[in-house]
């Protein structure tokens, strides 16, 4: 990929710099989008919540495969640290490995968390989104996050860690970050959140312009047609 091809293109910044270092070759960065407006199912995901009797205004976190890099741990940590009330609602197949998931067990014994299991359905996820107070994304190692653009298209407020990845997708301004693996910098973080809400909410508005601004696929497939066309 990085000798032969005519054109190199990557979706993380961090990524096409190793591309010059590592290869010495030039590549293209044009990070990943979304389609605003997509279908938000919130009649479905305030049935599933009311059904798992899960709290008004929780913190989200979701992912695909609950697996270690993914940082659920450190959440529950940072709850722990805080002695949260809170509810924590989780999203995603935490069936992947048998011994990290009795680790999130045990950590989840003495808090107020709600599993929902893997949610498959895009619009069914976006309505749990929603309805979160804040969504945390602990992730120690990501290319670039869907869930991302997914959470600032419905306008949630984001606390994510400080991986460069995440920090090529949005600025300081517009989510709130937390040192990456740090439980005690997390719950600093969760801490402001909640005793800040006007402050920490006018990020996430400014994420959504952001997010409308550079994140879009009518925007980013004009990049990879002028790539191309460059090959002619």
């Known amino acids: ?138 992730s120690t190692i990501e290319a670039m996050s869907m869930m991302l653009l997914e959470v600032a298209s419905v306008n949630v407020p984001i606390i994510c860690s400080d991986i460069p990845e995440n920090k090529a997708v949005f600025s300081e301004n517009e989510v709130l970050f937390f040192k990456a693996g740090d439980p005690k910098d997390l719950a600093e973080k969760l801490k402001w959140a909640m005793e800040n809400p006007v402050e920490f909410k006018a990020k996430s508005e400014k994420a959504y312009i952001r997010l409308k601004n550079s994140y879009t696929w009518d925007r980013i497939t004009l990049q990879y047609e002028k790539l191309y066309e460059s090959l002619h």
Not at 42 to 58: C, I, P, Q, R, W
Not at 78 to 99: F, R, T, W, Y
């Open 1 to 138: 990929f990085a000798k032969y091809s005519n054109i190199i293109t990557s979706v993380s910044k961090p990524l096409s710099d190793t591309f010059l270092n590592e290869y010495g070759r030039d590549s293209a960065y044009i990070p990943n989008g979304i389609h605003l407006n997509e279908q938000v199912d919130a009649a479905g995901a305030g049935k599933l919540l009311e059904e798992n009797k899960a709290d008004d205004k929780y913190i989200l976190f979701a992912s695909g495969r609950i697996i270690p890099i993914k940082g659920l741990h450190d959440l529950l940590e940072a709850a722990s640290l805080l002695n949260l009330k809170e509810q924590i609602v989780i999203m995603g197949d935490l069936d992947q490995l048998p011994d990290y998931k009795a680790k999130l067990e045990a950590q989840m014994k003495n808090l107020n968390t709600k599993y929902l299991g893997f949610i498959n359905k895009k619009p069914l996820m976006l309505g749990l989104i929603s309805q979160a107070g804040v969504f945390v994304f602990p």
